[in-house]
């Protein structure tokens, strides 16, 4: 789960700086029903 879970958190961690949000908000991708709002928050930002 561990190897899951870096797998998962470095690439979205990348995409939040990248589309100017704070970086810490890729951990939020680990916990259920916070990952799918956090998706729908990066994609209707401008």
């Known amino acids: 789960m561990l190897v899951f879970a870096i797998v998962?958190?470095?690439?979205?961690w990348r995409f939040c700086q990248r589309t100017e949000c704070p970086g810490w908000m890729g951990i939020l991708i680990l916990i259920p029903f916070i990952n799918q709002a956090?998706?729908?928050?990066?994609?209707?930002?401008?």
């Open 38 to 46: 956090l998706l729908y928050f990066i994609a209707f930002t401008d």
């Open 8 to 12: 998962v958190v470095i690439p979205v």
